[in-house]
């Protein structure tokens, strides 16, 4: 009987890994690069990026739509760092939406910031508005 294993999309080279499930909490590693896939930390998006993290990540990935000159945006960025730190088998990703436009319009974001969590390519849930990292790790733990 086979194991259950996951794609993952490596976050330095855009390389697609195939994970073992046990390994998962092991600090997997991307087997082109040698860099950790799962880095507790969010990484930028772009209009080439986006799509491939999304569409091929088969672990619970959460995608932080903002914009620059979004203030509340701003004030969470950090929040959102903080929560990627406390969930390090949870893919934490974002994507300027005044930048790449082209990559968030897909996704129909309608205000900012806007948090979708994705899971093998599907959305699975979103939360508009600025949250603080205790809430959006809570938010993120009730999708598990």
Known sequence: MSEQSFH????HCQATNRVPAARLSAAPKCGKCSQLLLTASPHELNGQ????VIQ????????DF???????CIMMAPEFKVA????PQVVFAKVQTDKYEQAAAPYNIRSLPTMVAFKN?????RQSGALPSN??????????
């Open 8 to 11: 993952l999309v490596c976050p």
């Open 49 to 52: 990026t986006a799509n491939k």
């Open 56 to 63: 091929k990540n088969e672990v619970l990935t959460i995608v």
């Open 66 to 72: 903002w914009a620059s000159w979004c203030q509340p």
């Open 84 to 87: 990627a730190g406390q969930l």
């Open 121 to 125: 390519g599907k959305e699975v849930s």
């Open 135 to 144: 809430q959006i790790v809570q938010w993120v733990q009730s999708l598990r």
